[in-house]
């Protein structure tokens, strides 16, 4: 799931926590159905650990953005930035 986000110009930084039971790792991410680049802190999530993702994206202002992350071996974790602004903002999952 996602912690938080934390909007920098070009980047969409998401805080991480591994909520489940089974290690898991980010295969891809996709911004408002694009396919992005991105930088994990870390490779691997173990359960109850968390870590951060960049993602490289020219965001603007007072936009609304939705985040998927496909994650392996299964699943995605969806987030939904509402009238982007720069900081940090608490977490509002979809």
């Given at each position: 799931m996602v912690d938080r986000a934390i909007l920098r110009p070009g980047q969409i930084v998401l805080v991480l926590v591994n909520g489940s039971d089974e290690s898991a790792r980010v295969a891809q991410a996709i911004v408002s159905d694009a396919y992005v680049d991105f930088r994990v802190?870390?490779?691997t999530l173990r359960p109850d650990d968390s870590g951060r993702i960049t993602l490289s994206y020219p965001w603007v202002r007072g936009e609304?953005?939705?985040?998927?992350?496909?994650?392996?071996?299964?699943g995605a974790v969806r987030y939904e930035i509402e009238e982007a602004e720069p900081g940090s903002q608490s977490a509002e999952a979809a």
């Open positions: 802190s870390r490779r609304s953005y939705d985040v998927e992350l496909l994650m392996s071996p299964t």
